[in-house]
């Protein structure tokens, strides 16, 4: 996979933690316990450090880079979707960044916030917890409403748990011509069992 030490700097990756081979993770990176880090993301601690606490999930084509001496934080459970870009921001506790939305440098968005997809949080920018944040520039749309939190935290522990089986079976392999008899299928957070009985 691809990890790069620069200037003597080497990313820290815990153990629990899944990268997918394609992420690419440069410099001063700090990725905590079971986190999930997609295909094709890109975190580059070169100008800042990028820290990323217990059970963050960074999807496919998020990109995570700063301003010189900002670092970017993502902390516990943040949930950061498809294609997102945060730049020199602060991601506080159970935040969820919704697909194609840009946080910008010294903004901060709130516990269990939403941002909305496509959204657009300015510089310095300061938004509230618990809120829906939503527009191209982003505001505070309403607050978010408990059932809205716990939806968002039980996708999260799917992620937690998607970064567990990664580890233990996800391995470059060649695609089958035609699917096998039994074809098993892939049930997050639970084990993998066959649809029928082989016995």
């Given amino acids: 996979m691809p990890i790069y030490r620069l200037a003597g700097v080497t990313p820290v990756i815990h153990p629990s933690a899944y990268v997918h081979p394609t992420a690419v993770i440069i410099g001063d990176v700090h990725i905590g316990p079971k986190c999930y880090i997609g295909p094709l993301a890109s975190l580059r601690g070169d100008f800042g450090p990028i820290h990323l606490g217990e059970g963050v999930n960074i999807q496919d084509c998020v990109v995570v880079h700063s301003f010189?001496?900002?670092?970017?934080?993502?902390?516990?459970?943040?949930?950061?979707?498809?294609?997102?870009?945060?730049?020199?921001?602060?991601?506080?506790?159970?935040?969820?960044?919704?697909?194609?939305?840009?946080?910008?440098?010294?903004?901060?968005?709130?516990?269990?916030?939403?941002?909305?997809?496509?959204?657009?949080?300015?510089?310095?920018?300061?938004?509230?917890?618990?809120?829906?944040?939503?527009?191209?520039?982003?505001?505070?749309?309403r607050p978010l409403s408990e059932q809205e939190m716990t939806w968002k935290h039980s996708g999260t522990e799917a992620y937690m748990a998607l970064a567990e089986i990664s580890l233990e079976s996800c391995v470059e392999c060649s695609a089958l011509t035609e699917a096998e008899p039994n074809r098993k299928t892939i049930q997050v957070g639970k084990k993998v069992k066959p649809k029928q009985d082989t016995v």
Avoid: N, W
């Avoid at 010189?68 to 516990?76: L, N, P």
């Avoid at 950061?80 to 870009?85: L, M, S």
């Avoid at 939305?101 to 510089?123: L, W």
């Fill in 68 to 141: 010189q001496d900002i670092t970017v934080v993502v902390e516990d459970y943040g949930h950061i979707g498809h294609g997102a870009t945060l730049h020199g921001c602060v991601i506080r506790t159970g935040a969820l960044i919704g697909m194609g939305a840009t946080i910008m440098d010294k903004a901060e968005i709130g516990a269990r916030s939403f941002v909305g997809a496509h959204s657009f949080v300015k510089t310095g920018d300061q938004m509230p917890a618990e809120s829906m944040i939503l527009g191209t520039p982003a505001k505070v749309s």
